[in-house]
T-cell receptor, first 111, second 116 residues
Framework: RKEVEQDPGPFNVPEGATVAFNCTYS??????FFWYRQDCRKEPKLLMSVYSSGNEDGRFTAQLNRASQYISLLIRDSKLSDSATYLCVVNRVDSSYKLIFGSGTRLLVRP | GAGVSQTPSNKVTEKGKYVELRCDPISGHTALYWYRQSLGQGPEFLIY????????DSGLPNDRFFAVRPEGSVSTLKIQRTERGDSAVYLCASSERRASGANVLTFGAGSRLTVL
């Protein structure tokens, strides 16, 4: 089992739709959580950090459920430019500080 | 520079050859990471440097892979006796502070390695 798991998608939604992605992680030592966005043939870029109390950045809302070990990302009012792969990232703080990436969820927003 | 710089952007080599991939992190970033990404997959952790030392090299797949960061800035990933399965995009990232909390990575554009 992978340490960070995501539904690969693709999620195909019309412009203006609301879409949600989930991500589960297996290591309870995980301390920090992020969503990165990756466009086709580009490098990943930070979308937002995920805080315990949940946080919002414009149309994007991230939630963390430590008890169930999952993270979610909600995108409201989808734009064509939101089409990308969304990577869930977990930072374990034990013997190392490496960040573990999920395989990503692909989003396609159609006109 | 303003961002993380990786060279070469593309490298095509033959099976069995030796390759070096270079990463120039953001000035002042003490942490440097190497990841490998295959098509349709997320970045796979290879190695993490804090300063000059490799703090965690548990992701290096075998002893053909080695990385150095002698002066705590530029890093080189070295692959000996390349195999077709080594073909991937090798991503470098740096971070401005130690990962004791929210450790935000800035990635370079990657080096695409193709082993024929």
């Amino acid at each position: 089992r992978k340490e960070v798991e995501q539904d690969p998608g693709p999620f195909n939604v019309p412009e203006g739709a609301t879409v949600a992605f989930n991500c589960t992680y297996s290591n309870s030592a995980s301390q920090s959580f992020f969503w990165y966005r990756q466009d086709c043939r580009k490098e990943p870029k930070l979308l937002m950090s995920v805080y315990s109390s949940g946080n919002e950045d414009g149309r994007f809302t991230a939630q963390l459920n430590r008890a169930s070990q999952y993270i979610s990302l909600l995108i409201r009012d989808s734009k064509l430019s939101d089409s990308a792969t969304y990577l869930c990232v977990v930072n374990r703080v034990d013997s190392s500080y490496k960040l573990i990436f999920g395989s990503g969820t692909r989003l396609l927003v159609r006109p | 520079g303003a961002g993380v710089s990786q060279t070469p952007s593309n490298k095509v080599t033959e099976k069995g050859k030796y390759v070096e991939l270079r990463c120039d992190p953001i000035s002042g970033h003490t942490a440097l990471y190497w990841y490998r990404q295959s098509l349709g997959q997320g970045p796979e952790f290879l190695i993490y440097f804090q300063g000059t030392g490799a703090a965690d090299d548990s992701g290096l797949p075998n002893d053909r892979f080695f990385a150095v960061r002698p002066e705590g800035s530029v890093s080189t990933l070295k692959i000996q006796r390349t195999e077709r399965g080594d073909s991937a995009v090798y991503l470098c990232a740096s971070s401005e502070r130690r990962a004791s909390g929210a450790n935000v990575l800035t990635f370079g554009a990657g080096s695409r390695l193709t082993v024929l």
